[in-house]
């Protein structure tokens, strides 16, 4: 809700405080930060007034430091009061963490697991980049690009998994308001769900890494077919439009269609 709110905000010009709610969200869950490049980029965007969104924006950057330097200070104990240290190599759910279990069962050193979360990371930088640029270079839809970067963030770099962190990918589908990424957000909630069966029914049955296998597979799966479906479909829909425009032409003729012709 937080999260909607922060990018509600930005659309209606309320740039300082977008970023402070957009901090909001980071203090309630943590990988939500991957969004402020998000953010900057809608700044960047607006060529008739970029310096004065770009100081708007820089401004509320300080003012969103300011927040979590209030929320902090009451409660730190240094660098693992920050949840994500505190919790550094627990890992549940995700692909990265499979590899990481399979690394691990094999007898691989510390340093490998490491390199293995550094390289996830990077991929999912340089794709989140080329999302935010597609969007950029599109229609600019700020709520697209947020959807976009948590989906990815969330299948590629996170490595702790819940079935409620979708809650901030279903805000920004109802933002969004596309067919494609609501539905895409309601089958990754639903095979989420699945987590909590898998866990009832074999925790006891399996072993750890089994079990961990299943729960990711049973997550994960579903929307990644769901994905390529669509892809499929709208790879296949765009070849079939492009057929029938170019059927619109006159057999006899080598010149492409004027005003009226495309119409048809």
């Known amino acids: 809700m937080v999260l909607a709110l ?80 505190r919790r550094t190599g627990l890992e549940s759910t995700s692909p990265i963490s499979m590899v990481h279990f399979f690394l691990e069962a ?53 490595s702790w998994f819940w079935s409620w962190y979708l809650i901030s990918l279903l805000a920004m589908a109802s933002v969004a308001g596309d067919k494609y990424r609501s539905r895409l957000a309601v089958v990754f909630s639903a095979s989420a769900l699945t987590k909590y069966f898998v866990l009832t029914f074999f925790w006891y049955r399996l072993g750890h890494f089994q079990v961990e296998a299943l729960m990711t597979l049973a997550v994960f799966v579903p929307p990644f077919l769901y994905l390529s479906g669509a892809r499929l479909i709208a790879s296949r829909s765009g070849r079939k439009e492009a057929n029938n425009q170019q059927g619109m032409l006159p057999k006899d003729s080598g010149r492409e269609p004027d005003i009226e012709t495309s119409a048809l």
């Open 6 to 85: 922060a990018v509600y905000a930005l659309g209606s010009g309320r740039i300082k405080l977008s970023y402070v709610l957009l901090m909001s969200s980071v203090l309630i869950k943590f990988f939500t930060f991957t969004l402020f490049p998000v953010f900057l980029l809608a700044q960047i965007r607006n060529r008739n007034s970029r310096g004065r969104h770009i100081r708007e924006a820089a401004f509320g950057i300080g003012l969103a430091a300011l927040l979590a330097v209030v929320a902090y200070v009451p409660f730190w104990e240094g660098a693992q009061t920050i949840g994500p240290l």
């Open 106 to 158: 094999r007898g691989a050193p510390p340093g490998v697991s490491q390199l293995v979360s550094a390289s996830a990371w990077l991929l999912f930088a340089v794709l989140a980049f080329a999302l935010m640029l597609r969007e950029h270079r599109g229609d600019g839809r700020v709520s697209a690009s947020c959807f976009d970067v948590l989906f990815a963030c969330l299948v590629i770099a996170n």
